[in-house]
């Protein structure tokens, strides 16, 4: 994770530091960045806005936010926050990130996304169901979803899981069930949640 453009994109970060001034842990403070989206809420407002890498350099473009007014405090807060978190800053990263005067915590994901799929070319038959869970050997179940009424892959799934996902490795169980509940295809593999969105390849059962 030595550059930027590494690691940022799908990962969320909370703001612990605005020119050395620590922010109340109980103030909303997460930035998200996605593609080559930002966005987030620190204080009152929501914002979005676009940002670029270039070099050791991120640079943050025009930023919209929301338009509601809350207590004193948390207005001060945001304005702070816009007023260092734009422009080009250079990062530095290590356990806490710093962009420019912003330092910033890695906030592990709670969710998963991801398809399923399988290599017969064949559509499923009505009523078919796709059952998704993310397993913890050490905590069991951390998040099923089930898809009634599949269609052929790829199907997408969107697991949020009941604690932070801050393991490397989870555990991807899948199967799909024709309308009488007969187990089609299944699988099981090993994912990394910050390698998103993942594929589950089913083999035929």
């Not at 025009?62 to 080009?88: C, I, K, Q, Y």
Request: proline share 7%.
């Amino acid at each position: 994770m030595d550059r930027p453009g590494d690691f940022l994109d799908g990962t969320t970060w909370g703001v612990v530091r605005i020119g050395g001034r620590e922010v109340p842990s109980d103030a909303p403070r997460r930035v998200e960045f996605s593609g080559s989206r930002v966005s987030g809420r620190v204080g009152v407002n929501r914002f979005t806005g676009e940002y670029t890498i270039e070099g050791d350099t991120v640079v943050i473009g025009t930023v919209a936010r929301t338009l509601m007014a809350g207590p004193p405090e948390m207005m001060e807060l945001e304005d702070r926050f816009h007023s260092a978190f734009n422009g080009s800053m250079p990062v530095a990263v290590g356990e806490i990130m710093l962009l420019g005067d912003v330092e910033l915590s890695y906030v592990a994901p709670n969710r998963l996304r991801g398809t399923v799929w399988y290599r017969e070319r064949m559509a499923l038959p009505p009523r078919s169901t796709v059952v998704v869970e993310l397993y913890d050997l050490s905590s069991g179940v951390l998040a099923t979803q089930t898809i009634g009424d599949a269609l052929s892959p790829p199907i997408e799934f969107d697991l949020e899981a009941s604690q932070p996902l801050e393991q490397r490795t989870y555990t991807i169980r899948a199967r799909i069930e024709g309308p009488e509940g007969d187990l089609m295809w299944a699988a099981e593999t090993r994912i990394d949640p910050e390698q998103q969105p993942v594929e589950v390849m089913l083999v035929r059962v």
